[in-house]
């Protein structure tokens, strides 16, 4: 079973750390680290002992500590960020990109984010703004905003040169969202059907009017729900006014199932997912 890999190998990991930790082989964990997915990483770091996490952690690159920080539950990230110096959290959180740093920013020191808005420009500090303003427990608060918008009237063959241009698509990325000239969101291009379809048909005559935007407030269950029924690979977030204001990919529903599993597991036996499982006895036990 995958599951029971995943902690195969997050044991073995667990056993090459504490044997490198006491040998003092510390380039050997650095090896290591630099080898791992941030989210492997913030996975050993839930699992060690305060004492050596702290340690661990030290030895984490700098370039990676963002990420990591990412993916780490509340009361894990919240410790490790008060072991850090200023300069370190704005470095760290400069290399996230602007849905990430959302994630993150409430925990950091008010000195912290007022280094990182200062340091932004005008659009993605919008951005920012936009994200924070939904509770994370919406599809607002899940929602990207690396959305690629296009018109209804134009070409499929001008879209085409438009991506070229672009370089390249942001991850998890099936359609292109339509929206007129207020932004409000008409429908979507697929990109199958941008690759195939005649190059003159304009995405007005190519583009689906079936998928329904996301609305802002909707519950992140709701919404994972949505993504399962539907096999949906990404959605369109709109505001009141049906405007468009991002979108969901499946690796955002796949964190809501993973946090909803771990907090339906931990209420079994009393603790809260985001309790630190090696903080000191009166923390854990109620």
Known sequence: MPELAI??????????????????????????????????????????????????????????????LVHLHDEVRQHLIEQMETHELVAAAERLDTDDLADIIEHLPRVVIDQILQAMDEQNRKRLEAVLSYPEDTAGGLMNIDT??????????????????????PEATDSLMVVNREN???????????????????????????????PADMPASEVARLFEDRDLVSAPVIDGEGKLLGRITIDDVVDVIREEAEHSVMGMVGLSEEEDMFAPVPASIR
């Open 148 to 169: 690629v918008t296009v018109r209804a009237d134009v070409t499929l063959d001008v879209v085409l040169r438009y991506l070229r241009r672009l370089g390249e698509l």
């Open 184 to 214: 409000r969101y008409l429908g979507l291009l697929d990109i199958r059907d941008l690759l195939t379809k005649e190059p003159e048909l304009t995405v007005a005559e190519v583009m689906r009017r079936d998928v329904e935007g996301i």
């Open 7 to 68: 902690q195969e190998t997050t044991s073995d990991r667990l056993k090459l750390l504490y044997a490198a930790l006491e040998s003092g082989t510390l380039l050997q964990i650095r090896k290591l680290l630099n080898n791992l997915h941030p989210a492997e990483v913030a996975d050993l770091l839930e699992s060690l002992p305060i004492e050596q996490r702290e340690i661990i952690w030290e030895l984490v690159s700098p370039e990676h500590q963002g990420e990591v």
